[in-house]
């Protein structure tokens, strides 16, 4: 509750400061106060679209195209921000080093062309990052595996955050690009389904998942979005009735060919001590009753937080998802400052990681650094 009442303030003093900065660009007598004062309100009514569409349950066509305005309008006040601040740093430095002298007769055409050029800068990129979201590109890994081994395809899905805009549609659209790759297994790791998600979509998305069938299933994590919106347990059934093992700090051993077991282990999010008020198990609790013998160990952690415990433990890869690759620039420096790996590949001695941006996206519905992403893992001995 305390972030979304931090992320609400933030949310509201941006709307304030561009609707602000708005109604003084359009003050000018041959802008009529009606049109100065609609065009706020209009803006008001669609900054208000996000924060009222996340309160509301369904998933009926008007409450679709509601969530659709406010996440585009997300998306707009994000790279309108972004544009103003560039915008303010050029005048800034023009009023001080003069590149581009200003009639004062002139200063009010001026200020309207850049408040149409910031609108304009912000929805093309804002349509462009929409029609990025719609369309994930699948991405090919080779990792050495150990000698004798027989090779193995692993299909890595993260955060798809299933829900009103994320429809069984948009998932067909992913299983399209997975079908091709002909996965052995396929792993999920986490943030499977938004808050917003409709239980009555779960046969529908079933029915699509089923056209994989990976010889050795498909399995899962949570994330902190099976969490975050209290109906932890239902999410949990809705995922077993799509057709996903969900590991919870837990592992299973999986024949994967004659002779040959792989060891799969899931661990819950760590936002569970959060949400939950309860602690999650760590990796070596998890693993303490694992029998003997060489296997070949692969970790699902949906938030690639503490690498090295993934190290410590032998485990041979780690997949995990949760940044999005910052999903809206800058944001993607953000994440690569506060995780050791944000996105791709990483090795630490024997240990290897991937981290997925994801094949969907949380809040605005746009993406600017880089594609969704499916990632297929070949497992091979060299």
């Not at 309160?55 to 309008?73: C, D, E, R, S, Y």
């Not at 005048?91 to 200063?107: A, D, Y």
């Not at 996903?244 to 700090?249: A, E, G, H, K, S």
Request: aromatic share 10%; hydrophobic share 50%; glycine share 8%.
């Amino acid at each position: 509750m305390s972030f979304y009442i931090v992320f609400v303030s933030l949310y509201t003093l941006v709307n304030t400061l561009l609707i602000a900065r708005l109604y003084f660009a359009l003050r000018d007598p041959s802008v009529a106060w009606p049109v100065r004062v609609g065009a706020c309100l209009l803006a008001i009514a669609f900054s208000l679209a996000f924060v009222v569409s996340r309160g509301m349950t369904g998933n009926g066509p008007a409450l679709t195209a509601l969530t659709f305005i406010g996440t585009f309008w997300f998306s707009l006040v994000l790279h309108a921000l972004l544009a103003w601040l560039l915008l303010e740093i050029f005048r800034l430095c023009n009023r001080r080093f003069g590149w581009l002298p200003i009639p004062p007769e002139q200063r009010a055409r001026w200020r309207h062309r850049s408040c149409a050029g910031i609108a304009a800068v912000a929805a093309l990129v804002s349509i462009a990052g929409w029609i990025n979201t719609q369309y994930p590109v699948a991405r090919t890994v080779e990792l050495a595996a150990p000698a004798g081994m027989t090779p193995l395809r692993i299909v890595l899905l993260s955060d798809t955050h299933l829900g009103r805009l994320a429809s069984p549609e948009f998932f067909a659209r992913v299983v399209d690009v997975i079908a091709p790759l002909a996965p052995d297994i396929v792993l999920f790791a986490g943030d499977i389904l938004e808050y917003d998600y409709d239980p009555a979509d779960a046969e529908a998305t079933a029915a699509i998942l089923q056209r994989l069938k990976p010889r050795l299933g498909i399995w899962g994590v949570l994330g902190n979005h099976e969490h975050i919106d209290g109906r932890l347990e239902m999410n949990k059934a809705l995922l077993r009735r799509i057709g996903i093992r969900i590991l919870v700090d837990e592992w299973a051993e999986i024949e994967s060919a004659p002779g040959e077991k792989i060891l799969l282990i899931g661990r819950d999010d760590r936002s569970v001590a959060r949400f939950q008020k309860r602690e999650r198990k760590s990796l070596a609790a998890i693993m303490a009753d694992i029998p003997g013998g060489e296997r070949i160990r692969i970790l699902l952690d949906h938030q690639p937080f503490q690498l090295g415990e993934a190290e410590a433990a032998g485990i041979y890869l780690q997949l995990s998802g949760h940044t999005h690759n910052g999903q809206i620039f800058p944001f993607n420096l953000l994440a690569a400052a506060i995780y050791e790996n944000a996105h791709g590949y990483s090795a630490r001695g024997a240990t290897h990681y991937w981290v997925s941006s994801g094949a969907g996206t949380w809040g605005p519905r746009a993406r600017t650094t880089g594609r969704a992403e499916i990632v297929a893992i070949d497992l091979a001995p060299q």
